[in-house]
């Protein structure tokens, strides 16, 4: 795992600097592609990690206690859990191969001892409950030790069970399966803060699920065209307001991003906000349209303020602005003249995600080494 961007350690004052934490798993060339991570996400807390690779598993990393003779230091991710959360499919309808790969996770607030995360692949979204096990029952009255029914008329005393420390074991389990609902792949998947609903986007369209109902869910944006020829912009990205659980907003391909109120009507398929950045007329070339797509879409946790990654720059919108960015940050400028090779490899077609830190003082993104 590797990423850069606005922040990592503290360098003195305000000030942050990027510095080498640790490494997990092998570190080799010959990296099997299953192994390669497709998606991460932190707990609300910080303390899990969550990882989804290409083969469908998730790896849930812990971070440790802080070590007392350097109370500066910060804990490292220790694995805490591994499971399969998808398997590979094969839609027979369409002939098509559904990968294992995750594209997305989302944790759920923890509202228990338990915890809950949202994983997705392509076309199925799975709710999973990670537990904790540390005591085992003793001393049933109808199973010996070993789990074997006893003889009933051999029971001549009542016994109560009894709880016995165990090793801790930490067990996931599949809560809900969301399937049967995108025709196209599964982009984003965010969780409202009315915490019983939850959206996920394809290419052209937006549900919104309840987290109890798995049979149905209600389409919310529909971009496709009558003829799919006329089709000039796809949705990259979507997500739900912190606070206001009626307000969501979606990017598109075309760089720009609409806020919907879902109380004006059911169907939002008019935008109540619209933002775009004026495009200027003298750095347009070949690749503008492609660079421009949009790739992630944030909010601030203060939900003031929303960020979004193209693939040279992240900017930073007022929602009470929506002619320009406050902030414009760019992050892959050196590869402004390479764009022709990148576009020969499909590299200008890497998405990158972007993030804000738990102040909302500085935004952190994913991008290229410079090596």
Known sequence: ??????????????????????????????????????????????????????????????????????PHSRGEYNVYSTFQSHEPEFDYLKSLEIEEKINKIRWLPQQGAARFLLSTNDKTIKLWKISERDKRAEGYNLKDEDGRLRDPLRITALRVPILKPMDLMVEASPRRIFAN?????????????????????????????????????????????????????VITAAEFHPHQCNVLVYSSSKGTIRLCDMRSSALCDRHSKFFEEPEDPSSRSFFSEIISSVSDVKFSHSGRYMMTRDYLSVK????????????THQVHEYLRSKLCSLYENDCIFDKFECCWNGSDRMVERVQYFKL
Request: one cysteine or more.
């Open 181 to 233: 609902a995108h025709t196209y792949h599964i982009n984003s998947i965010s969780v409202n803060s009315d915490h019983e609903t939850y959206l996920s986007a394809d290419d052209l369209r937006i549900n919104l699920w309840h987290l109890e109902i798995t049979d149905r869910s209600f389409n919310i944006v529909d971009i496709k065209p009558a003829n799919m020829e006329e089709l000039t912009e």
């Open 316 to 327: 930073v919108w007022d929602l009470n602005m929506e002619s320009r960015p406050v902030e």
């Open 1 to 70: 795992m590797a990423g850069a961007g606005g922040g990592g350690c503290p360098a003195g004052g305000n000030d942050l600097q990027w510095c080498f934490s640790q490494v997990k798993g092998a570190v080799d060339e010959d990296v099997a592609e299953a192994d390669v991570i497709s998606t991460v996400e932190f707990s609300h807390s910080g303390d899990l990690l969550a990882t989804g690779d290409k083969g469908g598993r998730v790896v849930i990393f812990q971070r440790e206690q802080e070590n007392k003779s350097r």
